[in-house]
């Protein structure tokens, strides 16, 4: 059974630092990789999707990489400003295409302090 | 329309009602799924919609939830003689096929907070 885990829940940085947030898998056979964004009371945000063969992907600020074969992903931030502060969660896509369920882990809740 | 829409935003309702909460997919989009998400968890799978085929229930963790897409289309999830273990936010994703959305992601839409009192 997949696993995803994110580590620390919570973090607190100051703002312009940049940062990274870990995400790990325990089935390395997936089908991609999704990180998403969540503000609180809301919905989620799709950030950046990285399929299987790619090693990385990037959308302004934000640099998501996969190595699979270790079942790790890094989302990074650059720059940090206030407005990046809600919860980051990963989720994975199993490799098989009959039910693209996806798992994911319980997020992390960061935020950047002015 | 330009995004998943679900309604109610918010419903709070007494212990033992039944409640029925209402997602719209994008057009076009084949596959349908619900997650449920509770104070302090993961998001939870509950049930997956995909064409005409079958839904995937696995997800679903009493006989009090059901969910049905009509016209394969619209879905509405209830939940019968809800219990206070059912408050969460409860959230659905539309993608385009379980094959394309490899490809191209989920688009969730904001959830329904589900509140029983």
């Known amino acids: 059974k997949q696993e995803v885990t994110q580590i620390p829940a919570a973090l607190s940085v100051p703002e312009g630092e940049n940062l990274v947030l870990n995400c790990s898998f325990t089935?390395?056979?997936?089908?991609?990789l999704q990180w998403f964004r969540q503000d609180p009371g809301k919905g989620l945000t799709s950030l950046l999707l990285i399929q299987s063969s790619q090693r990385e992907q990037t959308s302004g600020r934000l640099n998501a990489s996969l190595d699979k074969s270790s079942g790790r992903s890094t989302l990074y931030i650059a720059a940090s400003q206030p407005g990046d502060s809600a919860t980051y969660l990963c989720a994975v896509s199993p490799y098989t295409g009959a039910n693209s369920k996806l798992t994911f882990g319980k997020g992390i809740t960061l935020s950047v302090r002015p | 329309g330009a995004g998943v829409s679900q309604s109610p935003s918010n419903k709070v309702t007494e212990k033992g009602k039944d409640v029925e909460l209402r997602c719209d997919p994008i057009?076009?989009?084949?596959?349908l799924y619900w997650y449920r998400q509770s104070l302090g968890q993961g998001l939870e799978f509950l049930i997956y919609?995909?064409?005409?085929?079958?839904?995937?229930k696995s997800g679903l963790p009493s006989d009090r939830f059901s969910a049905e897409r009509t016209g394969g289309s619209v879905s509405t999830l209830t939940i019968q003689r809800t219990q206070q273990e059912d408050s969460a936010v409860y959230l659905c994703?539309?993608?385009?096929?379980?094959?394309?959305?490899?490809?191209?992601?989920?688009?969730f839409g904001s959830g329904t907070r589900l509140t029983v009192v």
């Open positions: 057009s076009g989009h084949t596959a």
């Open positions: 089935d390395s056979a997936i089908y991609n």
């Open positions: 994703a539309s993608s385009l096929g379980a094959y394309r959305q490899t490809r191209y992601g989920y688009t």
């Open positions: 919609f995909q064409g005409n085929s079958a839904p995937d």
